[in-house]
């Protein structure tokens, strides 16, 4: 019995091809999501100021004169915060608010919210996890100064 003639492209030709498409694919989903969470400013501080076409020279991206937070997020914050002050020993409102603030650098503001959360659920990972980002970000913070 003859074996029969190979099909398809050779072996070591699938490697590079697989790479290739891998990176296309990684860089066209970093730059999809760049622009999901593109959004200019800080979310707590100073936002960027608008192009000369804006009215006043606000960026479209803030809801307050002079800055601030966007406006899904300010809607967020308030509703985190009516939900702790209702229900103060809720560890996932607690941890969701120290995440909005460890994302935007302000380290000393997350931290108090993260041990909150810890003491009404020890076992709360995300907490734990963001206390220790925290808790680093200020050390690292305090090192450059």
Known sequence: MQ??????LPPRIYVPILVVVGVIFIAVMGYLLALGFGVTGSVFGQAARGTA????????????????????????????????????????????????????????????????????NPGNIAAKSGLSEARQGLAQERAAQ
């Open 3 to 8: 074996p029969s003639p190979a099909r398809g």
């Open 53 to 120: 076409g804006q009215a006043g020279g606000r960026s479209q991206a803030t809801n307050v004169e002079g800055g601030g937070p966007p406006p899904a997020v300010a809607l967020q914050l308030n509703n985190l915060r009516r939900e702790i002050a209702a229900h103060p020993n809720d560890d996932v409102a607690l941890t969701q608010l120290g995440d909005l603030y460890l994302a935007v650098g302000k380290y000393t503001q997350a931290i108090p919210f993260y041990v909150r959360a810890l003491r009404a």
